[in-house]
């Protein structure tokens, strides 16, 4: 993806980045920062080196989520805070599935841009509709997967000093540790 498609707000380009460090576990977040900085940030070099966990920047959306920068990270689990219909989108969950360290992709929502070959396995997602909802939408029978999840639920991630994490999905028990690399 080149270009500047789906850069519209301008506040997003002044994003804070950060990366997270606690002993040996690493995690980034960059916020809403657009694909044209991630490139920037990376290219020729990449200063920042691996993390553990990255925060997929800008929800997923097609603005962020740059080859360069997901593969140069190289993550071994991305969390995108995406919703229904925010973010998660074709392109940003190509990379992010692509890339070479990765280990699990967890999401916020499931998401109705990425379709059904993109989207994580459902306990890896914190809010999912029920399939019936989720097939109307897809076949255009008159569904509208609004998002409005109650309970709502959240994605929960645990790290420790020595380098290992842990995320728990609270809808459905599910939880994954990342022991060291």
Same mark, same amino acid.
């Given at each position: 993806m080149t270009g500047?498609? $789906?850069?519209?707000? +301008?506040d997003d380009a002044q994003s804070v980045g950060s990366v997270i460090v606690l002993g040996q576990f690493r995690a980034a977040d960059f916020g809403d920062m657009w694909r044209t900085?991630?490139?920037?940030?990376?290219?020729?070099?990449? +200063?920042?080196?691996?993390?553990?966990?990255?925060?997929?920047s800008s929800h997923g959306a097609i603005a962020s989520g740059s080859l360069p920068f997901v593969h140069g990270l190289r993550p071994r689990v991305v969390l995108m805070q995406n919703g229904t219909r925010k973010g998660g989108a074709v392109e940003p969950m190509k990379t992010i599935l692509s890339s070479p360290a990765l280990e699990n992709l967890w999401?916020?929502?499931?998401?109705?841009n990425a379709g059904l070959e993109q989207n994580t396995p459902a306990q890896f997602i914190a809010n999912v509709d029920e399939p019936a909802q989720i097939a109307s939408v897809l076949t255009g029978a008159g569904g509208r997967g609004n998002g409005a999840h109650t309970p709502s639920y959240w994605l929960k991630v645990s790290a420790s000093?020595?380098?290992?994490?842990?995320?728990?999905? +609270? /809808?459905? $028990?599910?939880?994954?540790?990342?022991?060291? /690399?």
């Open positions: 500047t498609t $789906g850069l519209v707000d +301008p900085k991630e490139l920037e940030l990376m290219c020729p070099n990449n +200063p920042l080196g691996t993390v553990d966990l990255l925060f997929a999401q916020m929502h499931w998401s109705y000093p020595e380098g290992s994490f842990t995320i728990t999905n +609270p /809808r459905n $028990g599910f939880s994954q540790t990342y022991v060291k /690399r």
